[in-house]
């Protein structure tokens, strides 16, 4: 699903973000990715989402190494990933429909299809009924599901999430969690970049952290077969 092969990533100006990083997230798994504050979590996410190119190394998303990819076929990459924010970009002038329809508008679906999916996604995050609201009528952790649910309207194979719970209570941050679990009990593979090391310690994920732009204990990668 994500693999790095020995990837560092040079910002112009000389500063290293990343060095040798190798790791694999494997299609249907669930990672956390932490480190402190500069270790390099966003810059390997931009990687992910190709925001930002590699200095050296190999990134495949989804079996495409990103070196093969022009600027044009980028969102078609970007399709097939739901991005989710801390502060998850909505848009507050329009209703909480629009903001979760926006990906499949882009998409060229009919309105009857975005009806039907935009409900379902609402449905699943717990806010069905919501969709003629405003954001700013929301509370923090309902803005942060209707985010969730325009990540996953278009049914992504792949989440990133970057500090989805950072602005959120304890509780609420478990049940954002949950959420993601449900989506990855469906078979979507989830990588969530967060800074809440209880958070992680509650959950039995995988953890893969950064250290001044390396990546620590996580170098061992198997062969590169079929569908990376
Ligand atoms: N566009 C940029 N130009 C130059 N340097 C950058 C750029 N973006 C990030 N950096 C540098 O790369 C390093 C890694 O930054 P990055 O934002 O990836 O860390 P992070 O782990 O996400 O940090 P935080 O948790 O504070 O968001 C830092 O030293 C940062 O200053």
Redesign the pocket.
Known sequence: MIRFEQVSKV?P?G?K?LTDVSFHLKQGEMAFLT?H???????LLKLMTVIERPSAGKVWINGHNIADISRNQVPYLRRHIGMIFQNHHLLMDKSVFDNVALPLVIEGFSLGEIRKRVDGALDMVGLYGKDKHSPVMLSGGEQQRVGIARAIVNKPPLLLADEPTGNLDPKLSMDILRLFETFNDAGTSVLIAT?DLGLIARMKYRTLT?KQGRMLGANELEPAGPGY
Do not use: I, M, V
């Not at 504050?37 to 810059?43: E, H, I, L, P």
């Open positions: 910002y100006g500063q973000a480190g504050s500069g270790a390099g979590k966003s810059t800074h950064l």
